[in-house]
C-alpha cells in the first residue's frame, strides 16, 4: 500500500507553504476509443451504446480475448490467464466491453498493472504463493446462507434485509463475495444452486416481509438486478412497495457502471419513473446501489446513466466500493475515485469494503490497519456525507466502520469485534449452526489480516499452525 500521496508531501523547505498531501482539481471524464482495439475497429458508436450489443460482446474466455486484442498483449499473458482459470479463479470470466474499454491496452506491462484489470481479469502470477488463501477463509464467509430466513433471503441485522433475487451478473469479479453462489462453476469452485423456482423464492420472500414488521429496509441484490427482465424486477419492487413496513429499497446493481447502457434503455427509464413515483407516493425511499473501485471506470456514459436514475426520481445513487490491493489501496486512488464519482456522475460515496475472506483473495486483501491508514487519510478533503466510510464487514457480525474494534494483535493479525444487535442465527430463528446465542451481545468475533502483512514472529506462528493441524490430520 502507498500511503504518501505524492513525492512531494512533506518536504516543503522553512517558511514555504507545504503542499497538501493530496491535490484536488477536477478530471473531466473520458470514454476511451474502443475503436484502439483490433476486434472493435469497426463498431459504431449506436453499437457501442446498445445494451444488446454489449452483452453479446462481452468476453468470456481466453479465445475471446485474444480475437480482440490481436497481438497487443504478449503470450505469456495469456498463458498466466489460463493457469488462473484452471487452478485459482474463484469466478468465470465475464467483462463487458465497457468495462474492457477502461483498461490500459497499450503494452502487456500496462495491461497487467490496470487496476481494473487486476480485478476483473486476474491472472495466476497476481496471487500470493505464499498463503493464496487465509487458513481463515470460506466460500460464503458471510455466512449469509446461514442467516436466509427464507432462501435466499438474508435478515442478519435487525430492521434490515437482504434479498438475492438471481446468481447471475453482466460482469464477474474476481473477488467476488458471494463466489459461493453467482456465477458458473469454475475449476476451483462448484457453485451452490437455488433450489426453489425463481417465482417461489420471491413469492417467499414477499410473504416474509409481509409476516415480519420489523424489517423497514431491503437490499434487492444477486447477483445484479441488471440482469432480472425487466418486468420481473418492476413487479418484485411493486410488491414491495405495497409491504407497509417497508421504508427503504435500495437496487444493487454494478451494472451501472459495467452496463450503463442497460440502465440508459428506454423500457427501464419509463420503469424507473414508474417505481420511483410509487415510492414518492408512500413516502418511502428508493436507491440504487453500485459497484465502482477505480476512478477510470467513471465515465461520460456511467455518468449519464445514473443521471437519467436520479432524473427518472431515484432519491439517491450510491457506491459500495471494495478496497482492493493494488487497484484502490492508496489515498490518491481513493479520493480521485470519490471525486470522479460526486462531482461528475452525481453518486454518492459511501462505502468501501474490505475484500472478504474468501479463497484465494489474499493477494488484494488489506490489514485492518492499513484501512484505517487509508480512512484517515482521506477525512477532510470531501464533504462529510460523501466521505466514504471504509468497512470491515466482520463474520457473523456485520459492517463495523475500520476504527471500531474492539481489541487487535497486531503481530498474528487478529482483531477483534463485538456487536449491540443479534442476528437472525441468534434469535433463533434461523435455525442454523449456531442456534440461538445467549452470549451473542458479549462475546468477541474474529477478523484476520492477510499472513504476508504480518512481523515475522506472527508470520512464523501461522506457519506452525499450519504444520501441527497438517501433522494432527494426517
Ligand atoms: S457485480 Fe457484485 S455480485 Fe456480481 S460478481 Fe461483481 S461483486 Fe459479485
Known sequence: MTTALHPGAGTARPGQAADQPYAYRRRPLEEP????????RDVTAAEWESAQWQRAHCVKNLRQL?????????????????????????????????????????????????????YMIPVLTDRRTDWPSHPCSARDSLHEAEMWAVEGLTHRYPTKVLAELLPTCPQYCGHCTRMDLVGNSTPAVAKHRFTAKPPDRL?????????????????????????LPW??????VGDL??????????????????????WLQDEVRAGMERLAAKAHARGAHLAIHTHVNAAQSVTPLVARAARAMLEAGVRDVRNQGVLLRGVNDSPAALL????????????????????????????????????????????????????????CDVPYVGKRWVHQLADYDR????????????????????????????????RRYEYYDPIHTLPEAGRAWWRDRAAEEEGAAG
Open 336 to 391: 480521485d475515485l470519490s471525486f470522479a464519482l460526486l462531482d461528475e456522475a452525481g453518486i454518492m460515496p459511501y462505502y468501501l469494503y474490505m475484500c472478504d475472506m474468501i479463497p484465494y483473495s489474499e493477494h488484494w486483501r488489506l490489514a485492518v490497519w492499513e484501512a484505517q491508514e487509508l480512512q484517515h487519510a482521506i477525512m477532510g478533503y470531501l464533504p462529510g456525507f460523501a466521505t466514504p466510510r471504509i468497512v
Open 411 to 442: 503481530e498474528r493479525g487478529v482483531s477483534y469485534w463485538t456487536k449491540n444487535y443479534r442476528t437472525g442465527l441468534e434469535v433463533g430463528s434461523g435455525g442454523g449452526a449456531r442456534g440461538a446465542d445467549p452470549d451473542a451481545l458479549t
Open 33 to 40: 476509443d474502443w475503436r484502439r482495439l483490433p476486434g472493435w
Open 203 to 227: 413469492g417467499a420472500m414477499l410473504d416474509y416481509l409481509r409476516r415480519t414488521p420489523g424489517v423497514r429496509d431491503v437490499v434487492v441484490s444477486g447477483g445484479d438486478v441488471a440482469n
Open 231 to 236: 418486468a420481473r424486477l418492476e413487479s418484485f
Open 66 to 118: 485474444r480475437a480482440l486484442m490481436g497481438d497487443l498483449l504478449d503470450e505469456s499473458f495469456y498463458a498466466d490467464l489460463e493457469r488462473d482459470q484452471a487452478e485459482r479463479a474463484t469466478m468465470s470470466m465475464l467483462v463487458t466491453p465497457q468495462m474492457l474499454n477502461t483498461m490500459d491496452t497499450s503494452s502487456t506491462e500496462a495491461f497487467h498493472a490496470d487496476p481494473v484489470r487486476r
Open 241 to 262: 412497495l405495497d409491504i407497509d413496513n417497508v421504508r427503504d429499497i435500495r437496487l444493487a446493481s454494478k451494472a451501472l457502471m459495467g452496463l450503463p447502457q442497460h
